[in-house]
């Protein structure tokens, strides 16, 4: 049984699905801690489904390297085989990336390489392009350039705007996250360390 950790600094849309879906005895993985930089409403879901959670505010340190130590000891203690970053809107310090990748994976609501950062969905929309999508990545220590595990295009419909648009790649972003999880933890999927 895969066991991940999941880290998040908001509603945690993408750890509830994760979590509804191992809730089901045959999904061959199972969320052992939900952790946060901040008080997340998404810790709400940790606790409605029994699973333990640890918050380690950024505000707190005084640097990211400092904030990714302790984050660091929080994920050790529980040693989990995978990493997913739901919305957690910290870059990782580069120790904590290379402790943890390949097994460190991010959603992201674009098309990568396409429109990466914090803005994808208000940069796409900028940019007047007909399609977007949404992509399941490894982290490295870039933004959002990591190996590319799943992605799917989502149309960009006329009077789109940012929510309408994010809301209509939400699902797309939660099933990707969902089968890449599922494909890692039965072996269909192998992560390599990146060179």
């Avoid at 750890?15 to 199972?30: G, I, K, T, V």
């Avoid at 940069?123 to 992605?151: F, H, K, N, R, Y």
């Amino acid at each position: 049984m895969l066991t991940v950790a999941v880290l998040i600094s908001g509603t945690g849309s993408n750890l509830r699905a994760l979590l509804e879906a191992a809730r089901h005895p045959d999904f061959p993985a199972r969320v052992v801690v939900v952790g946060a930089d901040r008080e997340a409403d998404g810790l709400a879901h940790a606790e409605e489904f029994g699973i333990p959670s640890f918050t380690v505010p950024w505000h707190e340190h005084d640097s990211r390297e400092a904030w990714g130590e302790e984050l660091g000891r929080q994920l050790a203690f529980w040693n989990p085989d995978l990493v997913v970053l739901s919305g957690l809107m910290r870059l990782l310090p580069p120790a904590l990336v290379a402790e943890y990748s390949p097994r460190l994976l991010n959603t992201h609501p674009a098309f990568l390489p396409e429109f990466p950062g914090a803005h994808g969905v208000r940069d796409a929309l900028a940019a007047g392009v007909s399609e977007t999508g949404a992509s399941v990545i490894v982290v490295d220590d870039g933004v959002d350039t990591g190996p590319i595990l799943a992605q799917e295009r989502v149309p960009i419909l006329a009077g789109d705007t940012e929510h309408s648009l994010h809301e209509r790649i939400k699902p797309v972003e939660r099933r990707l996250l969902i089968d890449v999880v599922r494909a890692i933890a039965t072996g269909e999927l192998a992560l390599t360390p990146t060179p």
